[in-house]
């Protein structure tokens, strides 16, 4: 994932924090800003929004990003060269995959 929260395949992957939300779980944040969902449901990270979604993090399960009660993600399309696919929660798409997180201490 790229930092406005979109997957592509060239370029430099984006480093991204799991921050407290004040309700439990997690907000997620790369340099791009806090992630959440734009109107057509895709994945997104910017600095206009104030605060994200409320994400989980499953350690137990090799350490997955999850929304709701679901750890699958999914696209409609592999990315290719320069181009982005937007990331999507869920697995409607035609390419379900997971997003798995490494602590850094």
């Known amino acids: 994932l790229i930092k406005n929260g979109h997957w592509m395949i060239r370029g430099t992957p984006a480093t991204f924090q799991l921050l407290d939300h004040p309700f439990g779980d997690y907000y997620l944040r790369s340099r791009g800003g806090y992630c959440g969902f734009n109107d057509d449901g895709q994945l997104q990270c910017n600095k206009g929004r104030d605060r994200g979604a409320q994400f989980g993090y499953d350690e137990n399960h090799g350490g997955v ?20 696919s937007p990331v999507y929660q869920g697995d409607a798409g035609d390419i379900t995959f997971k997003l798995k997180f490494q602590k850094r201490h």
């Open 65 to 84: 990003l999850t929304y709701g009660d679901s750890s699958d993600w999914n696209a409609d399309s592999v990315p290719s060269g320069m181009r982005q």
